[in-house]
């Protein structure tokens, strides 16, 4: 629970009525945390809510496409206007796509991973870091899971491992 002489900091996460965001939303909740969570779909952002209001916590569902400039401004218009300033956003909005060889691949079902992935994390970092709060204290992180991408041969003997992900502060002095 939160504690009472503090007010609830506030989270966007996107993907929200996923494995992720629900969990992430949940773990927040037990922390003190309000949530505002996006995703396509609405049942699943409700169970979110839900579980995020069994934990103590308030949420805030906004169904629709993070791929869209609009509907992350209105998330970020809803964050601020029911809870209060942002604090973090986790961005764990994602697709991987159909499974299939490259030469069978739509160029509409392209377009749709390249929207979600990448078009979608310029848009919600871009409001993210327009929010005021943020600027001045808040953070941001992204998350991309690769189960669906099996690897298909073993790494070649003396090749490096992947670096993780860093964390890059801004002149502002947030982290995203």
Do not use: K, Y
Request: charged residues 20%; proline residues 7%.
């Amino acid at each position: 629970m939160a504690d009472a002489a503090r007010p609830s900091q506030v989270v966007v996460i996107t993907g929200g009525g996923g494995v992720l965001g629900r969990a992430t939303a949940v773990e927040l909740a037990r922390r003190g945390w309000s949530s505002v969570v996006t995703g396509r779909t609405q049942g699943s952002l409700d169970a979110t809510v839900a579980a995020v209001e069994a934990a103590g916590a308030r949420a805030i569902a906004v169904a629709g496409d993070v791929s869209g400039e609009e509907h992350v401004e209105l998330v970020f218009e809803t964050a601020a206007h029911e809870l209060g300033p942002v604090d973090a956003v986790l961005h764990a909005a994602a697709t991987h796509g159909t499974p299939m060889r490259l030469v069978d691949v739509p160029l509409s079902e392209w377009e749709h991973v390249i929207a979600t992935n990448m078009r979608s994390t310029f848009l919600v970092t871009r409001a993210a870091l327009r929010s005021s709060s943020l600027q001045a204290r808040g953070s941001c992180a992204g998350s991309r899971s690769q189960r669906r991408t099996p690897r298909r041969s073993p790494p070649s003997p003396g090749s490096p491992e992947p670096s993780p992900p860093r964390s890059r502060r801004t002149a502002s002095g947030s982290t995203c």
